[in-house]
């Protein structure tokens, strides 16, 4: 099986552009999670899709929005960006269905200038 | 809450040392899942080992080993004659919905040749 991918891999904005970052599953699973990755603050989860529908959030401003559709694919999105959004943003899939494991793709850099 | 604690941030050893990564963790679940991940520099979370709450036998892959100890609340990583192909950095993670992932702030591990 394919494993999950991201696009794009690096990008680059100015504050307060807006960023869409795509992610598709390992075809079959059905939950999607975002995370980002900072030096100082670690892996930090973002939130979590499951059949289009949001089952977790963590603790971000309402600047970043996340969707999934109907073939499981998810976008996320952070509007008005902020030179503190430079990241590395992962995603993960899982089954979702008590298969507790989620894989993660490999990442899109976005750099804020 | 649910927290996971790991004290070391860099380790070095010279290649065909063992190293043992420690992992703390808290939570107040009885029903909870512990993961490693390795972390290459390309970025990609790679998945280790995942182990159940209620499973606490150790278990070996080749020349990986874990140590999963309820009654301290630790699930150590431990590389046996480690290779510089080891060198990355290995998070450690705790979930108990399998929705949400609570990740410690990583061990960076280089091996020296």
């Known amino acids: 099986k394919a494993g999950v991918t991201q696009t794009p891999r690096y990008l680059i904005k100015t504050r307060g552009q807006q960023v869409t970052l795509s992610c598709s599953p390992i075809?079959?699973?059905?939950?999607v999670s975002w995370y980002q990755q900072t030096p100082g603050q670690g892996l930090q989860f973002l939130f979590e899709?499951?059949?289009?529908?949001?089952?977790n959030k963590g603790n971000f401003p309402g600047r970043f929005s996340g969707r999934q559709f109907s073939n499981s694919r998810s976008e996320m999105n952070v509007s008005t960006l902020e030179l503190g959004d430079s990241a590395l943003y992962l995603c993960?899939?899982?089954?979702?269905?008590?298969?507790?494991?989620?894989?993660f793709g490999p990442g899109t850099r976005l750099l804020v200038l | 809450a649910q927290k996971v604690t790991q004290a070391q941030t860099e380790i070095s050893v010279v290649e065909k040392e063992d190293v043992t990564l420690d992992c703390v963790y808290e939570?107040?679940?009885?029903?909870?899942?512990l993961f490693w991940y390795k972390q290459p520099p390309s970025g990609e979370l790679v998945f280790l080992i995942r182990?159940?709450?209620?499973?606490?036998q150790n278990e070996i892959s080749g020349r990986y080993s874990w140590n999963f100890q309820k009654s301290t609340s630790s699930f150590n990583f431990t590389i046996t004659a480690s290779q510089v192909v080891d060198s990355a950095v290995y998070f450690c993670?705790?979930?108990?919905?399998?929705?949400?992932?609570?990740f410690g702030t990583g061990t960076s591990l280089t091996v020296i040749p």
């Open positions: 075809s079959g699973h059905r939950s």
């Open positions: 182990r159940n709450s209620f499973d606490e």
């Open positions: 939570t107040r679940d009885t029903t909870y899942y």
């Open positions: 993670a705790l979930t108990y919905t399998g929705n949400q992932f609570y």
């Open positions: 899709y499951f059949s289009e529908t949001q089952r």
């Open positions: 993960a899939s899982s089954g979702g269905d008590g298969q507790e494991t989620q894989y």
